[in-house]
């Protein structure tokens, strides 16, 4: 069983910065894949990031550039840092696990992005 617990997301301007993080009760080392989802109302969830544990990462067009996906193994903390926001990037964000065949959610942080 995993659990993960995000932060930091709330209310930032078009084209400022966002750090979210999601702290693992697991060894995330260990862990096969991690990644960030997003929902925003009325769409279906999407990945935002992925990263296994090779080391590779994934992200789709819409943020590749602006989003970075790292892992702090020390931590057990995943994190998501998110530059150049823009209004469409409001979404509540989910932290995901992967483990010994296992899928596992957080609960979700918000992120909304208004002037």
């Known amino acids: 069983q995993v659990h993960l617990v995000e932060s930091g997301g709330g209310l930032v301007q078009p084209g400022k910065s966002l750090r979210l993080s999601c702290a693992a009760s697991?060894?995330?080392?260990?862990?096969?894949?991690m990644a960030w989802y997003r929902q925003a109302p009325g769409k279906q969830r999407g990945l935002v990031a992925q990263t296994i544990s090779g080391g590779a990462t994934t992200y789709p067009d819409s943020v590749k550039g602006r989003f970075t996906i790292s892992r702090d193994n020390a931590k057990n903390t995943l994190y998501l840092e998110m530059n150049s926001l823009k209004p469409e990037d409001t979404a509540v964000y989910y932290c995901?696990?992967?483990?010994?065949?296992?899928?596992?959610w957080g609960e979700g942080t918000l992120v909304t992005v208004s002037s």
């Open positions: 697991e060894t995330i080392s260990t862990i096969d894949i």
């Open positions: 995901y696990a992967f483990h010994l065949g296992m899928s596992y």
